[in-house]
Each structure stands twice: as C-alpha cells, then as structure tokens.
C-alpha cells in the first residue's frame, strides 16, 4: 500500500505570509496532484505535475515534483484569506499490482486570517 | 454541462439494512472511483474502474461493492452497512488515471 504523508495537518497563517504544505512517500509516483476542498464541495483539481523535478505555477501557488517522484511540496505566496480551504496532494500509480490507484494524504487545512 | 452527479447527498439508515450510492458521470470518461472522507485521514479510495466491466479494490474495500456495467455509472452498494461506514462519500471521473478528475458534490452517510 502506498502512503502519502502530507504536513502540516493544520496550518493558521496571516494574509500576506508565505507558506508550504509537503507530502512525502517512500514509494515512487507516476504522478501527482494537488486538490483544493471547501466546506460541502467536492474536492477541484489544482496541478498535476509528473516528471521528477518539474515547477509549476499557478498564479501565488507553486508546486515542485520531487526528483525521484516520491515528494511534492505547494508553495502559496503572500497567502489571501481567499486560500483558506483543505489542500489534498494525491499520487497515482501507473504499474505493478497497484495499477490504476489513486493515493491521498490526510489533507492541510489552511487558514488564513485578514 | 460536464458533471459528476451522486445520490442521495445525505443519507441516514440503520445497521445491515443494503444501501445503494449512484453515481453518474456525462464526459464520457474511462476512469471512476469512490473515495471516503473522514477527519485527519483525508480520502481514502475504496474502489476504481479503469473501464466497463473492470473493477479493482482500493485501500479500503471491506464492506463495499461495485459494479461498471455502463461507462457512464459506478454505484457504490453496501450489503450490510455497518456504525464505522458512517462518513462522506465522493464519486470521481477522469478520462484516465493521473487525468484532470472531477468529483461529485458528495454523499453523507449516516448508519445508525
């Protein structure tokens, strides 16, 4: 089984303060997406990155594909209170046994005050 | 309008009494699956489709089951629904795995 630990859980920022969210594996990905959830939605796709090392932006949101394809971070810029919401990183596996599975971390909630 | 529809969106009913959660989805998309949430353990996949008639256990698929005899519906079926499957269920599509996934509004079970 393949494990996703995402850190923090939580995490209380003021508007304008950078922050980072990691989600970390011992197992290797063929991809890996970020997903924003709000209160009673579903969860909405954010990036999806998969070659090891790839950058990519999205605005104040920054998202990096570990070298090895085992980790990923979401860097968010000078945070707005429009951020706030759980943030899921998610690791697809593309061969062997566990072919076709789709691994969640346990989720960041943000918060970010005016 | 492209979506991913579930039903009921709340749902509460009484121990080993079966249950059925539909999920339907119009893009045409070849990759499905149901997750459950639950706090501090994010989603969970419990089962997936890679297409019609192929179906493949998740992390955790005890107590459940599915059946894609259609591209465009995967029903979640609980024989025998138990206290610790009360939780929030979501549907998803893609066209394949690691493919933009769309999610459906959610599911709230609640077994008494």
């Known amino acids: 089984t393949q494990l996703l630990e995402q850190s923090p859980q939580f995490l209380s920022i003021q508007e304008g303060e950078n922050l980072t969210v990691y989600c970390n594996s011992s197992s290797v990905f063929s991809s890996l997406q970020w997903y924003r959830q709000e209160p009673g939605e579903g969860p909405v796709l954010l990036v999806t990155v998969v070659t090891g090392g790839e950058v990519k932006k999205l605005k104040r949101l920054t998202f990096q594909f570990g070298d090895a394809r085992k980790d990923s971070s979401l860097h968010i810029t000078a945070a707005q209170p429009g951020d706030t919401g759980l943030y899921l990183c998610?690791?697809?596996?593309?061969?062997?046994?566990?072919?076709?599975?789709?691994?969640f971390g346990q989720g960041t909630i943000l918060t970010v005050h005016p | 309008e492209a979506q991913v529809t579930q039903n009921p969106r709340y749902l509460i009913t009484v121990t080993g009494k079966k249950l059925t959660v539909t999920c339907s989805q119009n893009?045409?998309?070849?990759?499905m699956s149901w997750y459950r949430q639950d706090p501090g353990l994010g989603l969970r996949q419990i089962y997936y489709s890679m297409n019609v008639e192929v179906t493949d256990k998740g992390d955790v698929p005890e107590g459940y089951k599915v059946s894609r005899k259609e591209k465009r519906n995967f029903p979640l079926i609980l024989e025998s629904p138990s206290p610790n499957q009360t939780s929030l269920y979501f549907c998803?599509?893609?066209?394949?795995?690691?493919?933009?996934?769309?999610f459906g509004a959610g599911t709230r079970l609640s077994v008494l």
């Open positions: 998610a690791g697809a596996v593309k061969g062997g046994t566990s072919y076709g599975k789709l691994t």
């Open positions: 893009m045409n998309h070849e990759y």
């Open positions: 998803a599509s893609s066209f394949y795995l690691g493919n933009i996934q769309y």
